[in-house]
């Protein structure tokens, strides 16, 4: 199985900080790498597909880079909607795996 | 307007059975692969299993610590996506979310999730 591992597993930040979340797979996928938000009770969302594609609707302080192993979530500007936990998934082969989650706090 | 919406969870004893149903609507569900993903309280995100379309002969995948006892299947005449979960276990307990893969296999469709709580 192909292991996932983000980092940090937390971090805090304040509104208007840049904030990157990297994500490494134990082998390459390509860029078959998704990054998924989730808040407290709900069901996660989709933010970028394949490493870099912005999912429909979702803010362009968003963005996603990297292929092969290492990959990045990166907010441009954090917003107060933004805290949330995020979450990498491959997509490469099955099964798919997600990485452990990286909680971005309020500072 | 697409959605998922799930349900049949509940409280069963170890070694019971449960089915989970999936309906959908708003898309074309029979072209879709369906995915089953669920998160214990206060934990990360995990794969269940997927289901692929008739294009694809509904092939089935799962992880290995669903693996023979877990069982997906769909009925696109009703647009429903099942987890029939068999000899289910204590840390089989937590929130299952049925979800569409979309065509760039990100899973760009969620359910709001059915609990699942197994226990004596």
């Known amino acids: 199985d192909i292991q996932m591992t983000q980092s940090p597993s937390s971090l805090s930040a304040s509104v208007g900080d840049r904030v990157t979340i990297t994500c490494r797979a134990s082998?390459?996928?390509?860029?078959?790498l998704n990054w998924y938000q989730q808040k407290p009770g709900k069901a996660p969302k989709l933010l970028i597909y394949?490493?870099?594609s912005l999912q429909s609707g979702v803010p362009s302080r968003f963005s996603g880079s990297g292929s092969g192993i290492d990959f990045t979530l990166t907010i441009s500007s954090l917003q107060p909607e933004d805290f949330a936990t995020y979450y990498c998934?491959?997509?490469?082969?099955?099964?798919?795996?997600f990485g452990q989650g990286t909680k971005v706090e309020i500072k | 307007e697409v959605q998922l919406v799930e349900s049949g969870g509940g409280l069963v004893q170890p070694g019971g059975s449960l089915k989970l149903s999936c309906a959908a609507s708003?898309?074309?569900?029979?072209?879709?692969?369906m995915h089953w993903v669920r998160q214990a309280s206060g934990k990360g995100l995990e794969w269940v299993g997927r289901?692929?379309?008739?294009?694809?002969?509904?092939?089935?995948e799962y992880a290995a610590s669903v693996k023979g006892r877990f069982t997906i299947s769909r009925d696109d005449s009703k647009n429903t996506a099942y987890l029939q979960m068999n000899s289910l276990k204590t840390e089989d307990t937590a929130v299952y979310y049925c979800?569409?893969?979309?065509?760039?296999?990100?899973?760009?469709?969620w359910g709001q999730g059915t609990t699942v709580t197994v226990s004596s």
């Open positions: 979800t569409r893969q979309g065509g760039a296999y990100g899973m760009d469709v």
């Open positions: 708003g898309f074309t569900f029979s072209g879709s692969a």
């Open positions: 289901i692929r379309s008739k294009a694809n002969s509904y092939a089935t």
């Open positions: 082998q390459s996928i390509s860029n078959y």
């Open positions: 394949v490493a870099s």
């Open positions: 998934q491959q997509s490469y082969s099955t099964p798919w795996t």
